[in-house]
């Protein structure tokens, strides 16, 4: 599943740097998760990174976009060009 940013982010700028993926970026408004980069950090730690730093507690799992483990870590494998072991 990737995560989103609701409208309770309050620009703080924390979480952008902290995605391994670069998926975060500033919207119009707020920050905002490209989905198709989102792998909630699977691969890279063992929680979300930008939970982690959000000082609202405004970043949620996106219920348009459901994806098991297996498939976060697919996707990290082709984001970062390795491959399975």
Same mark, same amino acid.
């Given at each position: 599943? #990737? *995560?989103m940013i609701t409208d !309770?982010? $309050?620009n703080c700028d %924390?979480? !952008?740097p902290e995605c391994p993926n670069n #998926? $975060?970026?500033q919207g119009e408004e707020i920050y905002v998760i490209d989905p198709d980069k989102c792998t !909630?950090? %699977?691969g890279h730690y063992d929680t979300p990174q930008c939970r982690e730093v959000c000082p609202v507690d405004c970043i949620p799992v996106n219920p348009d976009h459901e994806e098991t483990?297996?498939?976060l870590m697919e &996707?990290? *494998?082709r984001l970062t060009g390795q &491959? #399975? #072991?």
């Open positions: 599943m #990737a *995560l !309770e982010c $309050i %924390v979480c !952008e #998926a $975060i970026s !909630e950090c %699977v483990q297996d498939q &996707k990290f *494998l &491959k #399975a #072991a």
